[in-house]
């Protein structure tokens, strides 16, 4: 054999003997250890809703889809009647009010006129459509987490759980989270008012460090918003302001009219606004709602008439007196919240109102809610009394006023009472109504709290002041993509092994 092919394979040799097997990890000696990098767990956020359902990613902004129910939604596969140019939509029986919306909703907080299976129906195709159409999940198991108002009734609760765990993805637990917490959350706060403006209650409720201290809720929402602007087109339409030529036989409106111009030109007024200004707007030209017989014509009418129905609906003032929330005005609401609160609490959160819900989109409807706390504060203090009857001008002087321990409010000299060796008067020799009330601190302690406070930003107390939210969804998915541990999470395996115990949900 030539001593070159016998050179040739002995290098080779060689360098087979040099080479490391496949199976050897080189990582030790030319690089970093090796380590496992797991994959990014991924979050479902949920939002349900009266009328609509929410989904999307945790971490992320905004929800990927928010679907709304209404009977289009609802139609069986093959149904084109709505293509048909003779279909009529339903129009809204007079009087009959509650009836009229009932198709564009998922649930009512009163279930005894609710079909329990329909809604779960109803609330599984939504959720199929958001799955398969918008977020496109595979097989995969994902945990989610659940955005709820925070007295929904434990069936629909139920119902919801039940829809979320028998679906494709199976998510292995459910987080419960609730609206006015997210809310602050989204707000960056802990202590704050939450005014929920939803669609068929509007829900104030007090947060202190992330829970919910104190809550009552009032009728006035935005079912009542949209019948208050149907009743003003029905009466423009019977009025004759349509356009000449144009009149229609049928004055019915249907519920997608009303709402679509409560959407489009529905605004509320501050309440400063003069009435010589009635008609600084000028005219507005709406189309009138489709009838059976006749053309579609306009409706003119003031563009200053279009707020008329936020105030009726928000702040008109009550027609009897009662403490009955269901017809009380959304900002004696706040101011009954507010009062129930211990004063520290009570004067951070009154610097720290939140409006949310689908109807605080409502141009004008923030600043006129501060304007109305702010004027109902002014008016009445923090007194829980409302009328005292005919000892309304008998309150003493000192029993109002209880600061005399701060420095610089009363001079010493004119308090006419001995004084004992620590330069206070003595309280034992004294009448009760003259006495000196220790309730708020003294000049040493507000020293101490001044200069502990020094160099930390400057907390606002005791104005009424609104705040900006990005709303409960976000705050939810900040939550859940900073692995916070939710206080109220059901396992699936929990759920389904147990489900309904002695009348309720296990949570």
């Not at 971490?59 to 140019?85: H, I, K, Q, T």
């Not at 349509?242 to 036989?249: M, Y």
């Not at 959407?263 to 000028?282: P, V």
């Not at 009154?350 to 989109?361: L, N």
Request: glycine residues 8%; charged residues 25%.
């Amino acid at each position: 054999m030539p001593d070159c092919v016998v050179a040739r394979a002995f290098n080779i040799k060689q360098c087979l003997l040099m080479t490391p097997l496949l199976a050897r990890s080189l990582s030790s000696q030319y690089g970093s250890p090796s380590a496992f990098r797991s994959e990014q767990e991924d979050i479902i956020i949920y939002e349900l809703g009266a009328r609509h359902i929410s989904a999307g990613f945790a971490g992320e902004s905004r929800p990927r889809c928010v679907v709304y129910f209404n009977p289009e939604r609802d139609r069986r596969l093959g149904d084109y009647r709505a293509c048909d140019s003779s279909y009529r939509r339903k129009r809204r029986k007079i009087g009959d009010v509650h009836e009229w919306s009932k198709e564009y909703e998922l649930y009512r907080v009163d279930l005894k006129s609710i079909d329990l299976g329909l809604v779960e129906d109803r609330l599984e195709r939504a959720v199929r459509t958001i799955q398969i159409d918008h977020l496109q999940l595979d097989q995969k198991a994902r945990k989610a987490a659940l955005v709820v108002p925070s007295l929904l009734p434990t069936p629909l609760l139920d119902i919801a759980m039940r829809v979320l765990f028998n679906y494709s993805t199976q998510p292995p637990s459910i987080v419960l989270l609730t609206t006015p917490v997210m809310a602050c959350v989204g707000a960056g706060l802990r202590n704050a008012i939450v005014v929920d403006v939803g669609w068929e209650e509007t829900v104030v409720t007090a947060v202190g460090e992330y829970k919910e201290v104190f809550q009552r809720r009032s009728v006035r929402a935005g079912r009542t918003l949209v019948t208050e602007m149907s009743r003003l087109l029905e009466e423009e339409v019977k009025n004759g302001t349509t356009s000449p030529g144009d009149e229609t036989s049928d004055t019915g409106i249907d519920f997608e009219y009303a709402e679509e111009v409560t959407q489009r030109m529905a605004w509320c007024r501050a309440r400063s606004h003069k009435a010589s200004n009635a008609e600084a707007g000028g005219m507005t030209k709406l189309p009138a709602p489709e009838s059976a017989s006749g053309p579609r014509g306009h409706i003119h009418l003031p563009f200053t008439r279009l707020s008329k129905p936020a105030e009726n609906a928000f702040f008109a003032p009550l027609d009897s007196s009662g403490d009955d929330d269901h017809s009380t005005p959304i900002h004696t609401l706040v101011y009954r919240v507010l009062l129930a609160l211990p004063v520290d609490l009570r004067a951070i959160c009154m610097s720290r109102i939140i409006v949310t819900g689908g109807v605080s989109a409502l141009p004008g409807l923030k600043p006129r809610l501060l304007e109305e706390v702010s004027e109902i504060i002014a008016k009445r203090g923090w007194d829980p009394v409302d009328n005292y009857g005919s000892v309304a001008g008998r309150h003493p002087r000192k029993l109002q006023e209880r600061s005399a321990n701060i420095a610089g409010n009363r001079q010493q000299e004119e308090l006419e009472v001995p004084l004992s060796p620590t330069k206070k008067p003595i309280q034992e020799s004294v009448r009760h109504a003259d006495r000196i009330h220790d309730d708020k601190y003294d000049s040493i302690t507000l020293k101490a709290e001044r200069e502990a406070a020094k160099g930390k930003a400057e907390v606002i107390k005791g104005t009424v002041r609104g705040v900006e939210t990005v709303g409960a969804w976000a705050g939810a998915s900040l939550v859940a993509a900073s692995k916070v541990k939710g206080v109220h999470e059901v396992e699936r395996e929990a759920f389904l092994k147990h489900g309904y115990r002695d009348g309720g949900v296990v949570i």
